[in-house]
């Protein structure tokens, strides 16, 4: 009954979530979060918006969920599940990321916001990308994952090595060993950091559109590992490759889609390297 009453938007959605894990709860810092069991309310009104969540695949025990709102993370979705599969016996946390937004000048604003939001509006935020390199028969290769398909920008496309948010209150050395140890199961590692870069671009994914306003630190790791080694994270990563840095460099040049690196980017990372080896 509430649920066909109330049709909150995205807008109006993530802020009462955000509200109700961030404050009402009392969790300050990184990600808002609450537990499943007292959400009832919540969830029954965001799975009958416009915006419900639908029940894609269930695999030894992780949820995975699609969206109609792609930008809502897999943690509202499990809410959804919960309050549908009232038998479970999790008993997960569930998390939504934080974003602090900061100032034209990279400093922090004091203000934060959920990501779905940070991405709608174009607020400006920060980002670690880390580029795993080795040289293998005289050639240097970059190690480049495949961007899952369910990802909410450039979905599917060949991407840095590991990359990620800041989340709130966190810095950019922590953001990029962190983002290691989810994405690829890498740890005991000290990514050298190499220079700043900054991204400003709009587009659509998923029927909607996506402005990214970044701040990003970028930092090379040299490990030469096989690539059954890594441990890519199956949310957020189909798979893992080693690539010839100079046919990457080509690929990007001739705008090949397959490859969502920014060009300046890599090019940038390229001018380190002899310095760096």
């Known amino acids: 009954m509430v649920g066909k009453v109330l049709q909150p938007s995205l807008n109006a959605i993530v802020s009462i979530f955000s509200l109700y894990a961030g404050v009402i709860l009392g969790y300050p810092r990184r990600h808002a979060a609450f537990p499943v069991r007292l959400t009832r309310l919540f969830a029954h009104v965001l799975c009958n918006s416009p915006y ?6 269930n695999m030894s025990g992780s949820v995975l969920l699609t969206t109609e709102a792609s930008q809502l993370s897999v943690g509202i979705a499990e809410v959804a599940y ?11 946390i569930i998390f ?49 994952q495949k961007r899952s398909q369910n990802k909410d920008s450039f979905p599917g496309c060949w991407d840095t090595s590991s990359a990620g948010h800041l989340d709130a209150g966190e810095g950019f050395d922590e953001a990029a060993l962190r983002e290691l140890g989810e994405e690829l199961g ?36 040299y490990l030469d590992w096989p690539e059954e080694a890594f441990s890519p994270e199956e949310t957020e990563i189909e798979a893992v490759q080693w690539m010839d ?30 310095a760096y080896f």
Request: proline share 5%.
């Open 82 to 92: 919960y309050i549908e599969n009232p038998k479970t016996t999790s008993k997960r």
């Open 52 to 57: 419900r969540l639908k029940q894609a695949q």
């Open 245 to 274: 840095m100079e046919d990457v460099r080509a690929a990007l040049r001739r705008r090949d889609p397959a490859f969502c690196i920014a060009p300046s980017e890599y090019e940038t990372l390229l001018q380190h390297l002899p």
């Open 186 to 221: 890498v740890s005991g590692v000290t990514p050298q950091f190499l220079f700043v870069q900054r991204q400003d671009y709009t587009s659509h994914f998923h029927g909607k559109i996506f402005h990214d306003r970044e701040i990003d630190h970028v930092y090379i790791l």
């Open 96 to 144: 939504m990321e934080l974003f602090d937004i900061l100032e034209e000048d990279g400093t922090p604003s004091g203000r934060q916001k959920p990501r779905a939001l940070v991405h709608q509006d174009g607020d400006l935020h920060g980002a670690s990308h880390i580029f795993i390199v080795r040289k293998k028969e005289g050639r240097m290769q970059v190690l480049l």
